[in-house]
């Protein structure tokens, strides 16, 4: 049974273990939440449908003892800029201090595809040499063409990224992130 562990709004509060942390991130709104509790088969993280709820760093632990990161999404639509620094400046320094190794799940809606913001914090991760993988969500809203569309984007980054596509809502992929990353 996945359990929530703690939250922390800056690194006096960070979470201290010696694990690989999976970080999930994405714009806000993008199904983190939803994705975390579909994949722990209970609701342990919040969600809302008003963007930009998420403004801590929340640490859970999966049955194998493995550490998730739900960080706050980019893009914070219901934020005042002051608050937006904020959390970007809690981000930047966990990405650029906190030292367990760590995969960055880079969460995509299937509908909306990869915007500006995906590809400038794809290259941020990038130049911090930090691995990430590619979950496209969503992808029971989106059609055909849309799913084709973004897939086809993801696989323009490099060839050592995994890429799910999932829907949270209808359980589909969920079992291809649990058997990849141990959960």
């Known amino acids: 049974m996945w359990k929530y562990l703690k939250s922390a709004s800056d690194h006096n509060s960070w979470l201290e273990h010696n694990e690989t942390e999976i970080v999930f991130w994405g714009r806000s709104n993008v199904g983190k939440s939803s994705l975390i509790n579909g994949l722990a088969k209970q609701k342990i993280a919040k969600t809302s449908s008003t963007p930009g709820r998420t ?35 809690i981000i930047d320094f966990y990405f650029r201090n906190d030292t367990n190794p760590k995969t960055v799940c880079i969460l995509i809606d299937a509908k909306i595809g ?30 055909q063409s849309q799913k084709h569309r973004v897939k086809q984007q993801a696989l323009t980054f490099t060839n050592d990224i995994n890429i799910f596509m999932v829907s949270s809502e209808k359980k589909i992929g969920l079992h291809d992130i649990i058997e990849f990353y141990n959960f």
Do not use: H, W
């Open 55 to 89: 403004r801590l760093i929340n640490y859970f632990e999966t049955d194998n003892k493995k550490i998730i990161v739900d960080l706050p999404g980019y893009g914070y639509a219901s934020m005042s800029k002051k608050d937006q620094d904020k959390v970007a400046g």
């Open 114 to 143: 990869f915007m500006p913001i995906d590809l400038e914090m794809i290259e941020y991760l990038k130049n911090l040499e930090i691995k990430f993988d590619i979950i496209i969500t969503k992808i029971d809203k989106a059609n």
